[in-house]
């Protein structure tokens, strides 16, 4: 049986009259990549920096590794924390920053492994005032990694970066999943989410709309499948007669599907009847697709 | 709180504090500027007499002695106008600080017994008082003269045996004590700039304390001002010839002032750090508490020359007691008689510090 590092139970924080979060649970397990997915000023922040012990919550229980993160100070040494907008002293350099965490944590990593694997090792003699937003993120990430964390909260660990640099910083994040750590992931980039997270909670305004693996939110919430198959208007009579909905747009003709089996049974029947077409395309719904439908259609109904 | 995460942060603050031209400039740099400057004004010894204007309305030998007599003093340059001139207006337009005039019926009073001569001023009403002191002790050696009189009383300046007179030895205290005050504006600027960037939150992400932050900060200031405090008594003394008490014992006890003073400036530099949260407020904030503070404890100049209710609210500055107990230790060797200025600041500086420590949070509100 799994067992579950974190647990969060009716968590709530207000901020006066403002809910940030709004009674939300969610549990995460050992080895588990479990991303926080949500609009900006969803609350996804504060529910980390709750689990991270650095934000008091209002109410409900939390528990990382088996101590209430308030009340623990030891529990931050079995941590990694690459917090949003992650900032260091202006003047200090890669090589003194991890040289200083190294000694606080009593941690045996070795500083130049740690470079390399972030690819930083050429700016570890850099004052951070002079590092881009990707080389600070990944000094940020390589921070996170010197006392070897049973979980890491990275919070928008890409925010901000090129597609270049988001792709490398995705590739280590990757390394680490291989490696077994439990990973918290923060992001509003859904196909960040995607692609590195086993289960993904959506979150808006306060509150989990929606909890599981991207497979299945897609499933719940995605519209039919569709093949676009480009062909002349012989193969949009040849599909309706096999009791297809076609819809024509301009040399493609849009299916819709009701499941990946009826775009096989098509395709093969097309095969049969020696139909004359170029090429066919599945399209699925992303998990980018469901999510600004949920998160539309949540402010729809609030907006009613 | 664990010793080896306090010398990780000093190491760690300490390199990146030599990177800061700026920091080792106001640390060493500028008190150096200061120690060069007061030296150059009050090492001179020679006394240059001031010009002294002279209208002399009633010109007969009698007058023109008195002119030549305050000419022969060496304390005035007596530089004599025409008597068709309006002596008020010269004065206004030529910036005059003050001026002789020997009104028309002086000689005929001076036969008589009761003459005088009216010591005009301008606007520094100083200028003009010190210029009276020193004419009216002219005017009563030439009294003397004219009587065939001698003084029987007469103020003799002496410096005690041991202490030595030169002037700029009361500013090395004055200056350390001001050396002391930087950390405490490093800290005004850097706490509210470490909640901005959360350079704080990040600190605490490596298991490093509030607590452990605050004493490395102590100790690395303490260092940067031993040697800065070591720069500037080096340069009194070699090249402004500064003679002040340096045994093992005023040593020691002046690294103790200093160190024990440091945590005050240190505690009070977090707590105005706490109140400023804009860059604006930064600068209003620091030097709010720094100037009155420079001005009130004879950092530049000795107390006894600011009236009596800014002395009384200089006895509430910790700043007072610093630069007392250093000039007791440094100037007089005195060090038996310091122990009450040390154990006030000893007092203000652990309530201060247990304020900051208790006020200071690195959470997220």
Same mark, same amino acid.
């Given at each position: ?8 139970? !009716? ?14 649970? %969610? ?11 949500? =609009?900006?000023? &969803? ?25 209430? =993160?308030? *009340? ?18 202006? !003047?200090?350099? =890669?090589?003194? &920053?991890?040289?200083?965490? *190294? ?5 045996? &990593? ?14 570890? +003699? ?20 010197? !006392? ?19 792709? !490398? ?5 990757? +390394? ?27 979150? +808006? ?63 093969? %029947? ?9 090429? %066919? ?24 | ?77 007596? #530089? ?8 008020? #207006? ?94 405490? $504006? ?13 350079? $704080? ?6 298991? /490093? ?42 040593? /020691? ?14 505690? @009070? ?25 420079? @001005? /009130?404890?004879?950092? $530049? ?41 040390? /154990? ?19 959470? #997220?509100?």
């Amino acid at each position: 049986m799994s067992e579950n590092v974190i647990t969060v139970s !009716n968590l709530v924080k207000k901020y006066g009259e403002f809910i940030a979060v709004n009674s939300i649970d %969610f549990h995460i397990e050992r080895g588990e990549v479990f991303s926080l997915l949500g =609009p900006n000023g &969803a609350g996804k922040t504060t529910t980390v920096e709750i689990l991270e012990g650095v934000r008091n919550r209002t109410s409900g229980e939390v528990s990382v590794l088996g101590t209430d =993160p308030e *009340k623990s100070r030891s529990l931050i040494r079995k941590l990694g924390i690459l917090p949003q907008d992650f900032s260091f002293i202006y !003047n200090s350099t =890669p090589n003194e &920053a991890l040289s200083f965490y *190294k000694k606080t944590m009593h941690a045996s &990593a070795s500083i130049e492994e740690l470079l390399e694997l972030v690819e930083l090792k050429e700016k570890m +003699n850099t004052p951070f005032q002079k590092l881009s937003g990707g080389q600070r993120q990944k000094l940020g990430l390589a921070l996170a990694m010197v !006392n070897d964390p049973e979980i890491l909260f990275l919070d928008e660990p890409t925010s901000g970066l090129d597609p270049r640099a988001r792709r !490398n910083i995705w590739k280590v994040i990757e +390394n680490l999943k291989k490696r077994g750590k439990t990973i918290l992931l923060t992001t509003h980039y859904l196909e960040e989410a995607e692609l590195l997270a086993d289960r993904v909670a959506i979150m +808006n305004k306060g509150k989990i709309i929606d909890m599981g693996t991207p497979m299945e939110i897609v499933e719940r919430h995605h519209a039919n499948d569709r093949l676009i198959i480009r062909g002349d208007a012989e193969i949009g009579t040849l599909i309706e007669n096999a009791g297809f909905k076609a819809l024509r747009n301009g040399a493609y003709i849009e299916v819709s599907l009701n499941s990946i089996k009826d775009a096989i049974e098509l395709i093969n %029947f097309l095969y049969d009847k020696k139909a004359k077409f170029e090429d %066919f395309t599945l399209k699925r719904e992303s998990l980018e697709d469901v999510f600004v439908k949920m998160v539309g259609e949540l402010e729809d109904y609030e907006n009613e | 709180m664990k010793m080896s995460n306090i010398a990780a942060y000093f190491i760690l603050h300490a390199k990146s504090y030599f990177r800061s031209w700026s920091a080792i400039f106001f640390q060493i740099g500028f008190p150096v500027i200061l120690m060069l400057l007061f030296g150059a004004i009050f090492s001179g010894s020679s006394y240059t007499p001031s010009t002294l204007i002279v209208q002399n309305d009633s010109p007969s030998p009698v007058s023109w002695g008195v002119v030549s007599a305050i000419n022969d003093s060496g304390l005035f340059h007596v #530089q004599v106008i025409n008597n068709n001139v309006n002596l008020s #207006q010269y004065i206004i337009k030529n910036s005059v600080g003050a001026a002789l005039l020997i009104p028309a019926n002086f000689t005929s009073n001076f036969y008589s017994g009761h003459a005088y001569v009216i010591l005009m001023g301008e606007a520094s009403p100083q200028v003009s008082s010190i210029d009276y002191q020193m004419l009216d002790g002219v005017l009563a050696e030439i009294n003397y003269k004219l009587a065939n009189a001698s003084q029987k009383l007469v103020l003799i300046s002496q410096v005690s045996s041991g202490v030595s007179d030169k002037t700029v030895n009361y500013y090395v205290p004055g200056l350390i004590g001001f050396t002391v005050l930087t950390p405490m $504006f490093n800290m005004v600027y850097q706490v509210p700039n470490y909640r901005k960037e959360k350079i $704080f939150r990040q600190l605490s992400f490596s298991g /490093l304390t509030k607590s452990e932050w605050m004493i490395a900060n102590i100790l690395h200031s303490f260092v940067m001002l031993v040697i800065s405090d070591i720069v500037l008594v080096l340069i009194a003394i070699k090249v402004f010839g500064a003679s002040l008490i340096l045994t093992p014992a005023t040593i /020691l006890l002046s690294a103790l002032i200093v160190f024990v003073g440091l945590i005050f400036f240190i505690g @009070l530099g977090i707590l105005a750090g706490l109140v400023s949260d804009n860059e604006e407020t930064v600068s209003v904030v620091g030097n709010l508490i720094l100037f009155p503070m420079m @001005l /009130l404890s004879g950092v $530049f100049f000795p107390l006894s020359f600011a009236p009596s209710y800014l002395q009384v609210i200089s006895k509430f500055l910790p700043l007072t007691y610093f630069i007392n107990a250093l000039n007791s230790t440094l100037i007089y060797g005195n060090y038996y008689t310091i122990y009450i200025q040390l /154990l006030l600041l000893a007092v203000s500086s652990f309530i201060v510090f247990l304020i900051a420590a208790r006020v200071f949070s690195w959470k #997220q509100k």
